[in-house]
Every structure is written in structure tokens, then in C-alpha cells.
């Protein structure tokens, strides 16, 4: 196939959600199917959607079905539904229990990988096999997948379970992948790690990091809950392909997701009681962490002081070594490990300075979904509640898009009168989330951190 000469006139921003899963996965909603995804991406503003899980063979029908090839002209193919474009993709487990996202150009590269696939997987056509298990190691992966033509990523490259850089597991790439790891062309951030964690680590600079929402339900607070925008000509796998290997003029532009503290596993946190464990500068420092008293606890956290950063280094060395367990659980009887976070695992393998960047690096910004926003301005505790969700609409419908309305919309002039009438049993929402939004985009948001697989909460007093 030809490819298209670069024209810096033609390319335009496309904001694209690149792992997600498929209703055949556990804990997937019924509501995952093409025309719900379509409505989610309309009203979040995606261009581009994962289809998710595209090896299990009841999806698998379902996307041939109703997917609809397009001829991109000389941009390579894609795939519509409605006017949202998709793109071929699972998420796989391999041997050493590391998950990669993969993605397809195409139904016959996917049908090829998948037959390559197949003798080292038991449930690769379960009915509930939507990220399969494939007993190869990830040098093999990575062979087969780039051999037929696909694209492979470690996916939430630093969460504590199934992760790539988790805590025992590889501390490099190259570890990893071995003579296969210059196949690796992305590594996805995953909702604990933003760019400024993942480039402390040198050996990653040549990658384009992805920021996805590994979406179990199409509702805006999970679909494109984090995205990426990237600049090309179109939404078609080979264009996607070039802004990942940055390719004539083609580049991932934007990654939008979470702030570390809010994702679920940031902190350290005790295996069994899923306490989270905050390393507290201890007060008058002596310097000597034995003298502080030792770790106190409550019922959600373990207060663990240090008197300096070498303290805190000596710490999460002996947390990485399996050798520190927790003061709560202790009470019991029980004997359980402190696991790290992200933010400490990242500290370990980190070779370089906080702040470094490559200059190809794209811009990480921090958002949370516009769901959270409104139960914060509403002043309720659940997200899940009917009028929150009449509000959501109101809002896209005014606004265009979520995005639009959290990173492009002036707030300053905007007309909210067609909304107030909903929103007249919450005084003051209009300000209060627009004092949000700008917070947001200034940078100046507090966070009751996440961990030990509880999402952080925003925290806003205005
Ligand atoms: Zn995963
Ligand atoms: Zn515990």
C-alpha cells in the first residue's frame, strides 16, 4: 500500500481510547456493544475506540458483522460503526502473567495471530475467555504479533498485579522482551502512572506512551475515563501506527488521564487487609527511623514515618524484598507483606531525574471524568445516581463533547441559562464545577489519594 505523502494541512487532532474490554470478559456490562460504545464516544468526544477482547469468538462475530470496512483513500483502511471509528484489539496474559495490549489492522492479520496463538491457550474461544491466557513468554509474543503485521504494548505497565514492572517481576525492557524489545514501539501508562513517573526511567524514552481507559462498561465514567489525542490523517490503524513510531509528521500530541494519586494501586498497601500505607515525614525527624515510635494504623490507613528520602529509600527496598509486614494485621495474628505502589516501584527502577523528558514526549493532562466533577459540585456520594446522569447530558448536549467542555470550552463566557432549570436544586453547581474544570487546567486539584485498589476521591472545597 502506497503511503500518504506528509502533508502537514491534511493531519488533524484525533482523540482515540486504545484499550478497552469486550461483554464476553468478567465484570464486563451487558451494555458493552457496538451502538452503546458509538453513544459513549459521541458524548466523551472520541474519534477512535478499542474494540476490546476481538479474539473471543462470540464478539469476534458480532464486530465482523457490524463493523464496516472503510477505504481510508491512500491512509489505509479502518473500521466504521455509525460514524465512530474502531480499531482490532485485545488485551492477552501471557506466560509470565504480564498483560499486552495488542492491536490489529485487520481481520485477517487477527485470524493469523490468533492461529499462532492457539496451541498454548486453553480458553483463547472460551465463552468467557475475553483476555486469554497465551502461554508464550513476551519475546514470543511480541515475534509473533509484529511477524503478521500487528503492534504489541505492555499494558498498565506498573500496577502491582499482571504488570510488566511489578514488584518480583522484570526490572527493563529488555528483561522482558529480550531480542524482541525494539519490537516494542508503545507501553501504556495504565490509571496509576503518568508521564513524568514512566520517563524517570531512561529506557523508555524512545517509546510513545498510551493513556487508555481498560473500560468495563461504555458509561462516560469508564470509556475514554483516560485518552490520547494524536495527530494524523486519519483514524485507520496504519496512521496509527506511524504517530506511534512517529512517522512522517504523524505523533501522539496529548495523554489524558488520571492524576498517580487517584489511581487504585499508587501507595504502598498491605496484601490482605488492603490497608494503604502513607510514608509521613516524621515530626522533628531525628534522622533515625527506629527511634519514631514505628508505624501507626486506622481502619483505612498505616502511618509509616521517615526522617529523610534515604529513609524512605531504605524502606521501600525492604518492602520490595518481601521483608515488611503489616502493623494492623499483626494484631490479628496474621503475617501479611506490604506490596508497593506505583510511585514506589517507579523510585526503584528510576535512573533518571524527576522532569526529564524526551522532546517527542507528549503533553500529560490531568482530568477526571466529568461524572466525578458533577457528584462533587452536586455535593452527593454516589455517581450513580438519576439526576447526576440527566445532568451529564445536559452538559454534553450544551457543550458538544466532555472534552470540549473539561479542555477547550471558555468558561468564562459561557452561557449556562439552558441548564439552570435542571440544575435548580443544586445552588451554585454551574460555579462550583467551573471553578473545578479551572483547578483542572491550572493544575491546583487536591486528591484523598488512591491505593490498594481503591480509586483516589477529588477533593474540592470552593
Ligand atoms: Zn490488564
Ligand atoms: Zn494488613
Redesign the pocket.
Known sequence: MQRPRFNDATLQEINADFHIHGPRSIGVSKNMNLPHMVHGAHQKGLQLVATGDCFQPDWLKHLKENLVPVAGGGAGGGFVHGDVHFILQT?V?DAESV?QVILFPGFDVLEAIKRRFKPASTNIDHEWGG?PRVNLSPEEIVEIVVDEGGMVGP??AFTPF?SVFRQGKFDSLKAAYGGQARNVHFLELGLSANTDYADRIGELHRLTFMTNS?AHAPSPVSLGREFNTFLAEAPTFEEVELAITRKDGRRFTRNVGFDPRMGKYNVLFCKACRRRVLVEPAAGGTGVANLLGGDKYDAEFVHHPVASDADYMNYIRKVSAGKVTCVACAKDGKRSRIMLGVSDRVRLLADRPEGEHPPHRADYVTIVSLVEMLRVAMRIGSSGSKALEKLYDACVERFGTEIDLLLAADLKTADVSSLQEQARKYPGLFKTLFDIIGAFRRGEVAFKPGGGGTFGELVFEG
Open positions: 488485551e496474559e498483560h483476555r499494558a498498565h499482571k481498560d
